[in-house]
């Protein structure tokens, strides 16, 4: 797998490996059921019995006080006007929301062990949210008003949206025809200077007269494309790494097709994390470097760097872990779908006990696992925008790149399901055995700089903490504001949210969290001096991408980010 050119994508015959969506519906509907059949505490649902019929003649007596005028409802689905001025879609709103808490505190009721308890509880969350009755046009006012005042072309228009989303295959969350892979977003300028046919390295031109003498290499997730790091000028960070006069490389995963079907994580460490360093190492005349991976991308480099530890070797200079798991001890949410069933169907239909040794991981079914973490945000806000209202939504460069989804090959996302998130091997020092060497995480000498976002439902900061008792070199841990993506995304010039520092280490994230300073603004400055300290001696910056091996194959962002699932 060292070929510099790629095959040319095979045609995709494989069938999708279950719809995530539609076994999510089924996993609603039962847990649901089961939910009405459990046998509660009796003490109690009595006592749920009679704070919720207090609350209904609360509700019902407001309304009768108050005719012709509706209280104001909180929750954003309801506090337009069309709703305050509408008693009847306000008593149906207010009604709707305290069945919702009634049967959310049902399911927290629920006597067994805690994966049940969260599995039952996220099934009904789900129901509760698809439930709402913002969701649909009978009872929504203001979707109702606007029909009116358009004459219908509003629904006509909604029509025509949900009909271009089935089209396309998934839920529009922003005006996808605004951007452009190359134009407007992924803009940075550098060149291509290695491809195989997992990933292409890109190495950007730099935007100082010298550079530090080390380079920084980035390792983006596979999951999603890497112009996640690198957006648009005022919020790339790629392009802050380059202003602050580093060298800077990254890795563009393939969108992966059939005839990657049978790769797996082994491949994606030496033919990919370990080569991608290799080039690095060469092109930059520099044993050593800063690497930085993100998401699922820092699992695979700090995998990588264990693998070659184990070899003696020990090329990073600096480690920096955004947002990354190490310890899957507490995967969040995400949990729920995770068990040794669910691993197995995985592994008999798309992994290497399937019938063809392989198969894909549609990167739509990942996309939409992921929206329904967040139902109201990502799902139902714009069901009622798009098709009910008919409303174009927003042009927004962070929800392009979340619908630009990307394939896995099954064996390796198998892998990475099984020993990470179902029996979390990759902490255990020597448990795992990957490109025949033993991992141990604890062997990586580089000094690292960890960052976790404080309401991150993907990675949560608990967990990106966890990595600091893995990790054994000198260590500095930063909490940033906001969720997985808009908390790492925060350019310093819009100075928005705020970060968390603390120099103690205790064992507890909690404690950790007591003894930490909050700062305004971004982290970015924070990480900047940290790997500039890092980076070693100023040098002349290069004139040209690559040298004499690796010469520039085309202009960044390259062919492969363009792929579309």
């Not at 969350?125 to 509003?154: C, H």
């Not at 390796?412 to 990957?434: A, D, H, I, S």
Request: hydrophobic letters at 40%.
């Amino acid at each position: 797998m060292t070929q510099r050119s790629a095959p040319r994508p095979a045609q995709d015959k494989q069938p999708p490996a279950g719809p995530t969506v539609q076994a999510l519906g089924e996993h609603v509907s039962q847990a649901v059921n089961a939910l009405m059949r459990l046998n509660l505490p009796l003490e109690r649902v009595s006592q749920l019995q009679n704070e919720y019929l207090q609350e209904a003649a609360k509700i019902w007596n407001a309304a009768l006080a108050q005719p012709g005028q509706a209280p104001r409802i909180e929750d954003r689905r309801f506090s337009g006007p069309g709703w305050a001025e509408n008693p009847a879609a306000s008593y149906v709103a207010a009604m709707y929301l305290l069945n919702a808490r009634t049967m959310l505190q049902l399911a927290d009721a629920v006597q067994g062990d805690e994966k049940t308890r969260q599995r039952i509880r996220f099934a009904v969350q789900q129901w509760i949210e698809a439930s709402a009755p913002s969701n649909f046009l009978a009872f929504n006012p203001e979707a109702q008003r606007k029909a009116l005042e358009t004459q219908g072309e509003s629904l006509t228009q909604g029509m025509l949206r949900l009909l271009h989303d089935l089209r396309q295959g998934h839920l529009s969350q922003t005006d996808e025809s605004v951007f452009e892979v190359g134009r407007n977003v992924a803009t940075t300028e550098g060149s291509v200077i290695y491809e195989n046919p997992l990933f292409q390295l890109i190495e950007y031109k730099p935007l100082t007269a010298k550079v530090y003498e080390r380079p920084l290499l980035i390792v983006p997730p596979c999951i999603n494309k890497y112009y996640i790091l690198d957006l648009q000028p005022d919020n790339s960070f790629v392009r802050h790494a380059l202003e602050q006069g580093l060298r800077v490389f990254l890795v563009s995963w393939r969108n992966a097709d059939e005839s990657l079907a049978q790769v797996g994580w082994d491949e994606y460490i030496e033919d990919g994390v370990i080569r991608a360093i290799r080039v690095v190492q060469e092109v930059a005349k520099s044993p050593q470097l800063n690497a930085l991976g993100f998401c699922i991308g820092g699992t695979l480099l700090a995998t990588a760097l264990a693998v070659l530890a184990a070899r003696g070797e020990q090329p990073a200079a600096s480690l920096t872990l955004l947002t990354s798991f190490l310890d899957f001890g507490h995967t969040g949410v995400i949990d729920v779908f995770v068990d040794e069933a669910a691993v197995q169907m995985r592994e008999m239909t798309i992994g290497p006990n399937s019938p063809t040794g392989g198969g894909l991981m549609r990167g739509r079914e990942l996309a939409a696992t992921f929206s329904f973490l967040r139902p109201n945000d990502l799902v139902w806000n714009y069901v009622v925008g798009n098709y009910l209202k008919g409303e174009t939504p927003p042009p927004f460069d962070l929800l392009y790149w979340n619908s630009d989804s990307t394939n896995l090959p099954g064996p390796m996302f198998c892998w990475y399901l099984r020993n990470t998130y179902l029996e979390n091997n990759l902490k255990e020092p020597g448990k795992l055995t990957v490109c025949g060497a033993p991992v141990d995480l604890g062997r990586i000498q580089a000094p690292a700089f960890i960052y976790g976002s404080r309401e991150d439902h993907i990675v949560p900061w608990e967990s990106a903490y966890a990595s600091t008792r893995l990790l054994k070199g000198k260590l500095r841990f930063v909490l940033g504001a906001s969720g997985h993506i808009a908390g790492v995304i925060n350019p310093p010039a819009r100075k928005k949210r705020s970060y968390w520092v603390n120099a103690r280490l205790p064992a507890s994230a909690r404690d950790w969290l007591a003894g930490a300073t909050e700062h305004p603004g971004s982290w970015w400055p924070e990480w900047a001096g940290w790997i500039r300290s890092h980076a070693g001696k100023q040098v002349a910056a290069p004139r040209t991408p690559g040298n004499r091996t690796y010469r520039p194959i085309e202009p960044a962002p390259g062919r492969y980010v363009k792929e579309r699932a």
